[in-house]
């Protein structure tokens, strides 16, 4: 197996396509010669996916990202990414060069990246497809915040109650008080701490995880393979780390809070049955003073 190990990589090393392997939190564990020559990544450097897109976007160097908001993207993308076991889309590099990617996801959520050059294809072609991919990935992003959207969400609670094996869970957050924050602080006020929380949450999301925002003040974060015990722990991070946030630099002194709710899966959920379950333990969280997280009572045997 050793030999054979050896091999695979020797082989790596020599083969023009680029080659990466990426962590559960998106760390770069692995990357081949060609991947660390057209990502400017040195020999035994292990860059966040995050970290690596920056810098080089900041030196014009590497993919060509097109976009007026580098963040937004950044948060858009990072939403949507290893989110689902196997993708392909095309991107360019500003050596010229165009490559068609594909991402292979285990369920561990190590992610495979395998890129070849397909610059060679007809260049009125190419741009049919970016176009495809960009209206694809526009048809599951929320507008305002840039993390997914319902549709997408939704597709993924689905992929976790279809799975079976060991249960997940469906967590609802609700922003607190956000009608009076809208009230006293005004409309962009709002929009601004939905952008705010989105990052913050979005920044404590496991590559196996998914989190988007499905309508006003609400999001889903769906955690596959996760027991209520550790979810619980998982939202409890989040609730410590937008605790900590001050969005409005003109109020120094504001600060925001969130509920939860948490459900766990149960043989032959739909969406909507779990949505309902999660749901209900918010309004728990909202009754016992809000700035908290509670769990479905009828998952645990309470009785609310």
Known sequence: MTELLDHTRALYEITPLLVALYDPSD??????????????IAEGETPTWEEMVRRNH??????????????????????????VP????????????????????????????????VTAFR??????????DRAISASHTDELT?????????????????????????CVLDLDNFKY??????????????????????GQ???????????????????????????????????AAVRLSRPQPEHPAFAYTFSAGIAQARAGDTFADIYGRA???LYLAKLDGRNRVRIDPSATGGTG
């Open 27 to 40: 760390r770069m564990r692995y990357a081949n010669a060609a991947c660390r020559a057209a990502h400017f």
């Open 205 to 239: 999301v496991r590559r196996s995880d998914c989190f988007g925002r499905v309508g006003g003040e609400e999001f889903v974060l769906v955690l596959p393979a996760t027991g209520v015990v550790e979810a619980e722990l998982i939202v409890e991070r989040m609730l």
């Open 123 to 132: 260049s009125d072609e190419r741009a049919v497809r970016q176009d495809r």
């Open 86 to 117: 196997y993708r392909t889309f095309e991107t360019g590099f500003y050596d010229g060069r165009w490559v068609l990617v594909t991402e292979t996801v285990a369920e561990n959520g190590w992610m495979l990246t395998i890129a070849v050059d």
């Open 279 to 281: 749901d209900r333990a």
């Open 181 to 202: 924050i809208n009230d006293r602080y005004g409309h962009q006020a709002g929009d601004c701490i939905l952008r705010d929380f989105a990052v913050r949450i979005v």
């Open 58 to 83: 900041a030196a014009r160097r590497g993919v060509v990202i097109t976009t007026a908001d580098f963040d937004a993207w950044v948060v858009s993308t990072r939403s949507r990414r290893g989110k």
């Open 146 to 170: 840039s993390v997914s959207n319902r549709r997408f969400v939704a597709a993924r609670a689905a992929d976790m109650l279809a799975a079976g094996g060991p249960g997940g869970c469906l």
